[in-house]
């Protein structure tokens, strides 16, 4: 289906059922998730893109008249408008904490619901469903084998540690077996003198399927003082 010269109300109407269907489906994922930008914020996105490709429609027939009629006008100017603004709002879903990156995938959620609204709201309905299903399928159905890629994690651990006792070596050896490594950072001397703080950045490989290192604290615990330990990157497919 083709953009046509002069749409009729039925076929705006269309369009704009069409668009929040397929926003919806997509973004009922992310509102199972918790995700800020949920149902309806990508139902608003779609709709806004979708009115936008409409609205460039629309005036398709009056576009391309003599100069001395009225302004020719660039009709991609409204739909791209549109994709800018989405990048706005796709940003302020992305939070950074050091080298913990969330949301990103919510922002690239935000986007493809654009494209989709703009090919709906274009009348090309049979790519903007299949746009919909491409993306039903990216977040429901490949999320089981996203989960599953072993990834790098790092995690900074602070123990306390007595006078005349550096357990750098002990630490690694202790944990190596485990699929972990230990690099020392920094150390820091308390106000007693008789105790200190050492600074270690812990790494490891697996996937998120399996969960945060609980086996790791366990045995730290068993072992060490934990004054803390606080993960640094840790991969999130939300």
């Not at 039925?10 to 994922?29: K, P, Y």
């Not at 949301?103 to 469903?129: D, H, K, P, R, S």
């Not at 045995?219 to 934990?226: C, D, F, G, I, S």
């Amino acid at each position: 289906m083709n953009m046509p010269l002069h749409p009729t109300w039925d076929e705006i109407a269309l369009r704009l059922v069409v668009t929040m269907v397929a926003a919806a489906v997509i973004g009922s994922e992310r509102g199972v998730r918790g995700e800020a930008a949920g149902l309806r914020t990508t139902i608003l996105v779609g709709l806004a893109a979708s009115v936008a490709m409409i609205q460039a429609n629309v005036l398709l027939s009056v576009a391309g008249k003599t100069a001395d009629s009225f302004g020719v006008m660039d009709l991609m100017r409204l739909p791209l408008g549109i994709l800018t603004g989405v990048g706005f709002i796709g940003g302020g879903t992305i939070l950074r904490r050091g080298d913990l990156v969330t949301g990103v995938t919510t922002a690239a959620t935000l986007w493809v619901t654009t494209v989709i609204g703009l090919c709906i709201g274009g009348g090309q309905l049979e790519l903007g469903m299949a746009a919909t299903a491409l993306a039903v399928l990216t977040l429901w159905g490949l999320k089981w084998l996203d989960q599953r890629i072993p990834r790098e994690h790092h995690a900074t651990l602070v123990i306390r540690a007595d006078r005349g006792l550096v357990p750098a070596s002990e630490l690694s050896s202790l944990i190596g077996p485990m699929g972990y490594q230990a690099r020392f950072r920094r150390e820091q001397r308390r106000d007693d003198a008789s105790h200190f703080s050492l600074w270690f950045e812990i790494s490891w490989r697996r996937p998120e399927a399996a969960g945060p290192p609980l086996d790791l604290l366990k045995l730290l615990n068993e072992h060490y003082p934990v004054v803390s330990f606080e993960l640094s990157s840790y991969h999130s497919s939300r």
